[in-house]
């Protein structure tokens, strides 16, 4: 793989207001992404940032001022890498993600990060100072050959042994099984798996639109032509009682395991201690809302 087009922009803040449920300002150090998700739902970014080169093969590394006054962000919720990853590998040179949780130190800011890496592990005494501090991983597959075809994140196990500890170390962790894949994702195999070192289990399902809808089709048609007619019914077709189904299959599932399952309740208040819930969590739409406003914001605050 080639070198990605890695540059610096100025922007005059990196936090923005956010309307996803989950938080109330989202917080994206680095614009595109090195990771390569065929399925990346974010690469409708590119015409915010300028540049030609394809998704997933460039990056702008923000800078920004230093946050001012970080006390009045006390009991605010911040979800750092609501569209792009914060612990991409060039964090380990640009320390962007670290720069800014150095800023909001002591601060009282609630944090939680999304990561496919294990590079977050560098930061976890500094991740542990923010009060109910909390890190996700996206994890779709329990088979490494598959988690090869879709991204060129860390492997799977990487992730999870990250997430563990985090977990011994007393902060709150979250597997997030997304995108799931109709027939090729195993949820069930990745909640047994995952149930012992994480507080919440996120569900999302695959959403198939713009440029990456046909990228996507075409590797269920070459790899997995037994489940091109799932994949037609449910993305050409519009039907979801694949979903329905799915939803019902995995509500039974959490049962036997002892698991609540229940819809779109983050669960903050459960003890550190209890077993996790399976939230079915689709809140596709409003990150993409959200993402559309981060790089609109972007556009017009980038310098060269």
Not at 8 to 32: A, D, F, H, M
Not at 178 to 206: H, M, Y
Not at 214 to 234: F, G, N, S
Request: charged fraction near 25%; charge should be positive.
């Amino acid at each position: 793989m080639a070198e990605p087009v890695i540059q610096t922009v100025q922007v005059r803040s990196i936090l923005s207001k956010s309307n996803l449920p989950v938080c109330e300002y989202s917080v994206n150090p680095y614009v595109g992404c090195t990771h390569g998700c065929r399925y990346c739902y974010a690469s409708f970014m590119k015409r915010f940032t300028g540049h030609t080169e394809p998704w997933g093969t460039f990056l702008d590394v923000k800078q920004w001022p230093p946050v001012t006054n970080p006390g009045r962000y006390a009991g605010k919720e911040l979800f750092i890498g609501s569209v792009t990853d914060p612990y991409l590998p060039q964090e380990e040179r640009y320390e962007r993600t670290r720069a800014l949780l150095l800023q909001l130190q002591g601060s009282g800011a609630k944090i939680s990060i999304a990561t496919k890496s294990d590079l977050v592990l560098r930061d976890l005494d500094l991740i542990k100072t923010f009060p109910d501090a909390r890190v996700s991983w996206s994890i779709n597959t329990l088979d490494e050959g598959f988690r090869q075809d879709m991204d060129s994140a860390v492997s799977i196990e990487r992730r999870l042994a990250a997430m563990q500890a985090f977990h011994r170390a007393g902060v709150r962790t979250t597997c997030f099984i997304s995108p799931i894949f109709p027939g090729i994702t195993d949820v069930p195999a990745i909640v047994r798996r995952a149930k012992g070192q994480c507080n919440l289990i996120w569900l999302e399902n695959l959403n198939l639109r713009g440029s990456y809808k046909a990228v996507i089709l075409d590797y269920i048609r070459e790899k997995h032509p037994h489940l091109l007619p799932l994949y037609q019914e449910i993305y050409v077709r519009g039907d979801r009682s694949y979903w329905r189904m799915l939803d019902q299959e995995l509500k039974a599932d959490a049962a036997t395991l002892g698991l609540d399952y229940v819809t779109n309740d983050d669960s903050m208040q459960r003890p550190f201690d209890a077993p996790p819930v399976v939230v079915n969590y689709f809140y596709h739409e409003q990150i993409k809302r959200s993402a559309r406003k981060d790089g609109n914001r972007h556009a017009g605050t980038a310098g060269g």
